[in-house]
């Protein structure tokens, strides 16, 4: 994955992220588990853009 592909995808999961606390907050959610796997998604793409950064 290259760096604006990897910066796109972190755009979108944080952009899921923050729909999901929308929902949670209308009480739609009812799977509680996809917020730590988003954050943990997020946090491995963080770690991933980082070491593409490092590469540069």
Same mark, same amino acid.
């Given at each position: 994955?290259?760096?604006?592909?990897?910066? +796109?995808?972190?755009?979108?999961? =944080?952009?899921?992220?923050?729909? @999901?606390?929308?929902?949670?907050?209308r009480? #739609?959610?009812?799977?509680? +588990?996809?917020?730590?796997?988003? =954050?943990?998604?997020?946090?491995? @793409?963080?770690?991933?853009?980082?070491?593409? #950064?490092?590469?540069q």
């Amino acid at each position: 994955m290259s760096l604006p592909e990897a910066q +796109r995808e972190l755009k979108e999961l =944080r952009t899921k992220l923050f729909n @999901l606390r929308l929902q949670k907050q209308r009480g #739609e959610v009812k799977n509680t +588990r996809i917020f730590a796997q988003t =954050r943990k998604d997020i946090a491995r @793409l963080l770690h991933h853009i980082s070491e593409l #950064e490092a590469e540069q």
